[in-house]
């Protein structure tokens, strides 16, 4: 059989040149094959006229690297992935964008997959994923099972969101507790009594900004009512919404567990025909893209979430390369962002 890049009839009647190969650049450059292998992967610096000399060569000769092969010599495939809960949310799209920033700037490839807030088969998709990247970057809401899966198999990981119960494992998010704090503090300067959190107990953190706001209020006499969603979403915002409203004391002030689920309650209020902030402020957690062009514009805290994205990478880059190891937790400070949908009690528009 004859090799067709030497074939004087392939098509359009030239020959098509050999994709040249690590011993072409290694004998155009009067190196070693190893010599140039370390020089594409990184893996050691030489003289500055040495890497000239290759940089020229792999220009001249068009060579493009293998990744399998690549991979197969170092051990590693050139990507990280990422792990969001929901591809709807633009606070995962934040933190995405984050990652893939420090990605890019690593010479990293960056894959992405949904774990659609638990519905899919969330160990196996990890574990799929994990086959095709040198470490990952996965939220601390993530199962039992798949953090000690994680832990004990899988490749590097750096967790987002909050702390795991695993010692050793590196996070970085807000502090949710000091959050719901501020924000609760807000409520309480603006003279809200009676108060209502739509909270959804499939996530860890629920729980702890249910704490903070029970801190704000502490000693103060207020009503803290609790309510609970099947998912963080805004449909379930407009579903509990006429329970959380309509009760026969309704609040002066409802925080949602995220911008979502307060969006879709906001909505369902003024179809209710209750006005925001008039007669109920409405407040929640994020800071979403979105969230400041509704009407009236949402309060929410801005929990860091493209700078989440961003620490997580670099540290998971950092733990690739052996440059850090242990663990620990990094806290962003969180921010209150007061706008039109929270309103001091009783006053007028």
Not at 30 to 47: C, D, E, L, P
Not at 166 to 171: D, L, R, T
Not at 256 to 272: E, K, R
Not at 276 to 304: K, Q
Request: charged share 20%; hydrophobic share 40%; proline share 4%.
């Amino acid at each position: 059989m004859s090799d067709l890049s030497d074939d004087p009839t392939a098509p359009g009647g030239t020959r098509r040149r050999k994709a040249a190969t690590i011993r072409d650049v290694a004998q155009a450059a009067g190196v070693s094959t190893a010599t140039v292998s370390k020089f594409i992967n990184g893996g050691q610096r030489f003289t500055r006229e040495v890497e000239d000399r290759l940089t020229t060569v792999i220009r001249e000769l068009g060579y493009v690297s293998n990744p399998l092969a690549r991979g197969m010599i170092t051990g590693q495939t050139g990507n990280v992935g990422i792990v969001i809960l929901d591809i709807l949310n633009p606070h995962f799209t934040s933190l995405v964008k984050g990652a893939s920033r420090v990605a890019r700037q690593a010479g990293l490839n960056l894959l992405f997959t949904d774990a659609a807030e638990g519905e899919m088969p969330e160990l196996a998709m990890l574990q799929a994923l994990s086959r095709r990247v040198d470490g990952l970057v996965v939220s601390a809401r993530l199962s039992d099972a798949s953090l000690d899966w994680l832990v004990q198999a899988g490749p590097p990981a750096v967790y987002y969101g909050g702390r795991t119960s695993h010692p050793g494992c590196f996070s970085v998010g807000s502090d949710n507790s000091e959050a719901a704090l501020m924000l609760g503090r807000h409520l309480r300067d603006l003279g809200h009594r009676r108060i209502a959190y739509v909270g959804f107990s499939g996530a860890r953190w629920s729980a702890d900004r249910h704490a903070g706001l029970l801190r704000a209020f502490e000693g103060s006499g207020v009503e803290l009512r609790l309510h609970d969603v099947q998912a963080p979403v805004p449909e379930e915002g407009e579903r509990i919404a006429s329970s959380v409203l309509l009760c026969s004391e309704p609040p002066d002030a409802v925080v949602a567990y995220n911008d979502l689920l307060a969006l879709g309650l906001m909505s369902q209020a003024q179809v209710l025909g209750l006005n925001v902030p008039g007669d109920v402020s409405v407040a929640g957690f994020d800071n979403i893209i979105y969230s400041r062009y509704t009407s009236p514009a949402l309060t929410t805290v801005d929990m860091g979430s493209e700078a989440v994205g961003a620490i997580a990478m670099q540290r998971l880059v950092e733990r690739i390369r052996g440059e850090a190891a242990g663990g620990g937790h990094e806290t962003l400070i969180a921010h209150v962002l007061p706008r039109g949908s929270t309103r001091r009690r009783g006053e007028r528009a």
